[in-house]
């Protein structure tokens, strides 16, 4: 195994979304480990304070070659990266060692037209928001004595398609912007592969998000991690998984919650089949009974998200993927 340094510049960093045709910024092997940069900030880089805006964010935001800007996506995408021997068909482990906020300071917008409640809060409003990383928290508002733990996950774990162009926005099969909170450091997250290496890209670090997701943003923060990537010929997946600790974790993406719902059922219906030598109806009780079912986020449009939690406490044989 050989460990990598990733950092985000305007060669390594992509705009909007995914595509098979570029240029990989790193290419690996299966079970490398790689310090990962990100950016976030790209379409508010001009209001930024200065802790916000680093030389090397503001380097990327104005000289970013036209062949990175993928699609009309908001997101600043580390990436992507190749790994060798990769191909359609098997599944691409993603192993979050570490992920911590990179600068004390981050940002919430509401956007016009976007949101849960577009039609109550239709004023664009951009906030940004210190964070105390000695003690691991932000206080919003300041001086309110509301005090938000910092729990800091990466918004967007993806892959390329076949397809030139993918915005980031919503989420899918090759993951994207899964906005899912519960990836946090020591999770795993599992993505089918459909181009050869891969292309995994990575970023929309998020300091803080409820379920939900609810205003179209979280503490939006410039994010560093360490990652392992491996290749997983075992496995054969049409949509993302994850692990973590505690749960195993099937997602569902679609236009509607209650068709995201069902998506993410059927999954874990089929999770448990395969993995517990369950029956399609006892799956389907067990999941009554004791799988805790969350929405995601429901702003990423048209892909809302909702994710089941499948307590691995609760098995007699421990599953680990």
């Known amino acids: 195994m050989t460990h990598h340094i990733l950092k985000a510049t305007k060669e390594t960093v992509h705009l909007g979304g995914f595509s098979h045709l570029l240029e990989p910024a790193l290419t690996i092997d299966s079970g490398d480990t790689i310090d990962v940069e990100t950016y976030s900030g790209y379409y ?100 309110s004595g509301i005090k938000i733990p910092l729990k800091p996950f990466f918004g967007i774990l993806g892959v390329a398609t076949p397809e030139n162009d993918r915005i980031s926005i919503p989420p899918g099969s090759y993951g994207g912007n899964i906005d899912n909170r519960e990836l946090q450091t020591g999770s795993r997250v599992f993505l089918p592969i459909f181009v050869p290496g891969a292309l995994f890209s990575i ?64 999954n874990m219906i089929d999770f448990l089949k395969r993995f517990t030598n369950l029956s399609a109806e006892e799956a389907y009780v067990l999941c009554s009974l004791a799988v805790n079912f969350r929405i995601t986020q429901v702003v990423n449009s048209p892909q809302k998200g909702v994710h089941g939690m499948l307590p691995k406490s609760i098995l007699s044989n421990q599953i680990s993927l």
């Not at 990175?68 to 021997?85: C, E, F, M, N, S």
């Not at 970023?203 to 379920?211: I, K, M, N, V």
């Not at 990537?229 to 049409?238: G, I, N, Q, W, Y």
Request: with cysteine; proline share 8%; charged share 20%.
């Open 203 to 266: 970023g929309d670090g998020h300091s803080a998000q409820g379920d939900g997701e609810v205003n179209v943003t979280a503490i939006e923060t410039s994010m560093n991690g360490k990652i392992m990537l491996k290749l997983r010929k075992d496995l054969h997946l049409a949509i993302p998984i994850a692990e973590t600790s505690t749960d195993i974790i099937t997602m569902g993406f679609a236009q509607t919650l209650d068709e995201a719902l069902e998506l993410a059922l059927k």
């Open 44 to 143: 508010v880089y001009d209001k930024a304070p200065l802790e916000f805006l680093t030389p090397e964010l503001l380097d990327i935001c104005q000289n970013l070659a036209p062949e990175r800007k993928i699609a009309a996506g908001p997101h600043l995408l580390t990436g992507p990266v190749y790994v060798r021997d990769a191909e359609p068909g098997d599944v691409l482990e993603v192993i979050l060692e570490a992920i911590a906020p990179s600068l004390p300071v981050g940002f919430n917008a509401i956007r016009t037209g976007w949101g849960a409640l577009p039609h109550l809060f239709s004023q664009p409003a951009l906030r940004f928001i210190p964070l105390d990383l000695a003690n691991n928290i932000a206080e919003f508002p300041q001086n």
